[in-house]
């Protein structure tokens, strides 16, 4: 019988499954590694435990997140990005709940790969805030607010349930981040 060899991307893309289908709750090193063939002992090599298991869909979830709101913001300008952006940080959320409510774990320390990935998070709300005609620390300091902001509102969604009038209430918030963000003219 054939080994099977287990990566980290095969390992990582299986957690991710896991946790969108049967809830970050659900994962485990047992619900991978039946999925992938292996005994849990073979997942030893690239994680700790469960808790490193969960790290890694944190930290893999938080890139994907960047990833849809660099995407969104591509081409898109002044308050109009905030929107999309905002409206595609939603959509994260609510498409991907087990990996959003991965992005809640907390970082192990000030320079690991979670921080790193939650920095490039914040860099690209700083982006879009910049070209909006922000200063730069101006920008950084409305970037982690309106991260803040939008997934306080997300995480009580998911965890909450949608309603119908979140769609009005997220709108309601998107538009008064963008009135507050507007630069001031001296």
């Known amino acids: ?36 063939g292996v005994r849990p002992s073979a ?23 960047t990833d849809d709101i660099r995407r969104a913001a591509i081409g898109v300008g002044g308050g109009k990005a905030l929107q999309t952006v905002g409206q595609a940080y939603r959509a994260f959320a609510l498409n991907s709940p087990g990996q959003f409510r991965a992005t809640l774990t907390a970082p192990r320390s000030a320079d690991d790969e979670l921080t790193k990935a939650n920095d490039d998070l914040v860099e690209v709300f700083a982006l879009v805030f910049a070209a909006m005609g922000l200063e730069a620390e101006t920008a950084k300091l409305a970037a982690r607010s309106t ?8 995480a009580l969604e998911v965890a909450m ?18 009135q507050g963000l507007q630069p001031t003219k001296d």
Do not use: P, W
């Open 43 to 65: 997942l030893y090599t690239h994680v700790n435990g469960v808790e490193g298991l969960r790290y890694l869909v944190a930290v893999n979830a938080t890139r994907n997140l």
């Open 147 to 154: 991260r803040s902001a939008l997934h306080g509102f997300c």
């Open 1 to 36: 019988m054939a080994r099977t060899r287990v990566t980290i991307s095969g390992l990582t893309t299986i957690a991710i499954t896991v946790v969108e289908k049967q809830g970050l709750d659900a994962l485990s090193l047992s619900s991978v590694a039946s999925r992938l």
């Open 161 to 178: 349930g949608t309603s119908a009038d979140h769609d009005a209430q997220y709108q309601h918030l998107l538009d008064t981040l963008e």
